[in-house]
């Protein structure tokens, strides 16, 4: 499997790098700047890395609310504190744009990413409004920017959005495995932090054999033993922070504590 070739271990622990609103997002701090955002992606970095994490996504998740076709001052600044992270960066790592498939791949050019995590398939009703993705066109992108061999995870459950049409799980992961070749298949909860249904992913592994599965949101000390028993890794992110806290920070304890144990399972 590619995951054991980029990370060198079985099942996988991606830990999220969330990084603070930036330029041109309505949370942005204009005092404190951008470099008030690369000092916390610093702390971040360090804590995951030292934590023993595989490998870390690194996203502009605190861009709320998000858009579908992301402004290009946000792309700049996440390619300007990923560049200038890059020396620090011990481990494999990814982007995730959120929720635009294209400039996820342009930036992934752009900063030498291994892999991206994105919505790329299907049609929703979701808070942000209706949402329609062509991977038809999207991979075409990928490949004119040179991004073939950058693997995508596709998210196939998008937090706070359902399906226009009514399609079973089980059917939305044949056909995009059919008709897209994804990498990785990610599976979520509601929200980030939010738990992925152990139902759910176990009807989605099944469906999908070789495939590689990940469980995308919600994975904790308490069920991570459930969980990767039947997912091929996991993405996590509100877990590693402080009190459990989506906004706070990463505690390394924390991912020390929660790294010991996954290390354990692999035995």
């Not at 595989?54 to 390619?79: C, H, K, W």
Request: with cysteine; net charge negative; charged share 25%.
């Amino acid at each position: 499997m590619w995951t054991e070739d980029i990370f060198g271990v079985k099942k996988p622990i991606i830990a999220m790098l969330h990084l603070l609103p930036l330029p041109g997002d309505p949370s942005y701090d204009e005092v404190g700047g951008i470099e008030k955002v690369l000092n916390r992606a610093m702390h971040d970095l360090e804590a995951l890395q030292n934590g023993g994490v595989d490998g870390v996504l690194i996203s502009n998740e605190f861009s709320l609310p998000y858009q579908r076709s992301v402004d290009t001052q946000v792309v700049a600044s996440m390619a300007r504190i990923i560049g200038q992270m890059k020396d620090r960066i011990k481990i494999p790592y990814g982007v995730d744009v959120l929720w635009d498939p294209y400039k996820v791949f342009d930036l992934a050019v752009a900063v030498d990413a291994k892999f991206v995590r994105e919505v790329f398939t299907g049609a929703y009703a979701s808070d942000l409004g209706l949402w329609e993705f062509n991977y038809g066109e999207i991979v075409r992108h990928r490949k004119a920017v040179g991004a073939m061999g950058v693997k995508a995870l596709f998210n196939i459950v998008p937090e706070a959005a359902a399906y226009l049409a009514e399609r079973d799980i089980v059917s939305i992961a044949k056909s995009t495995v059919f008709n897209c070749k994804p990498d990785g298949l990610c599976v979520s909860g509601l929200t980030a932090g939010a738990s992925t249904d152990s139902q759910t992913l176990r009807k989605v592994k099944d469906t999908v054999g070789e495939n590689l599965v990940f469980a995308n949101t919600g994975v904790r000390l308490e069920n991570v033993e459930e969980q990767l028993s039947i997912a091929d890794g996991a993405v996590i992110g509100t877990t590693f922070k402080r009190d459990g806290q989506f906004y706070n920070e990463v505690d390394e304890a924390r991912v020390k504590k929660f790294m010991e144990k996954v290390k354990e399972l692999r035995k």
